[in-house]
């Protein structure tokens, strides 16, 4: 099964609960149909990413990373690597990656959200489509910041920082929620 494979079965079997989420995962599935490689960075000007929202077995800290780029803090993901099995490995495999966090596990392979946003990966990309998962690992790891984040750090769920976007706060909500 190639990875647009996975994409399609993935996200035909995810039943959101919301008319926002449907829709963003049907104009996914088209991206998916009409794209030859709709996951590669190539592939313009939008293209899938994945994701996974990190939070503490207790659900009350959430892992996020203060990204180089955009000067936010986010939940850790990106692009999709041709080796990549699954769209939920490429998601684990990011967080992995970039929280220094050596266990992470996904809660489950199906998605927890869809989000379309501004892809800050070059000028002739527009946006990211991505599929994003919630993860889970021990709040008593010490996470290391990746060549990508200039910090990692816990937080409480409940006093997320300025420095971030509604769209990460939608997340941890939906991950709090799960």
Not at 17 to 46: G, M, Y
Not at 122 to 136: E, V
Not at 165 to 170: C, E, H, N, S, Y
């Amino acid at each position: 099964m190639t990875l647009s494979d996975s994409a399609r079965a993935l996200l035909s079997e995810w039943k959101p609960q919301h008319d926002e989420q449907r829709q963003l995962r049907d104009d996914f599935l088209r991206h998916i149909d009409t794209a030859d490689h709709p996951w590669s960075r190539d592939c313009l000007p939008d293209h899938l990413t994945a994701s996974a929202i990190v939070l503490d077995h207790s659900r009350t800290k959430v892992l996020l990373a203060l990204h180089r780029k955009v000067g936010l803090w986010l939940q850790f993901g990106g692009h999709i690597e041709p080796h990549d099995k699954t769209i939920a490995d490429a998601a684990n495999r990011e967080a992995l990656e970039e929280s220094g966090v050596l266990e992470i596990s996904l809660v489950k392979t199906q998605p927890l959200r869809l989000d379309r946003h501004a892809a800050p990966c070059g000028p002739a990309a527009r946006h990211h489509l991505d599929i994003q998962f919630l993860g889970m690992a021990d709040s008593a790891v010490t996470p290391r910041a990746s060549a990508e984040s200039l910090a990692v750090q816990w937080f409480s769920v409940n006093d997320l920082p300025g420095e971030t976007d509604d769209a990460v706060r939608q997340l941890v909500a939906a991950a709090c929620r799960s």
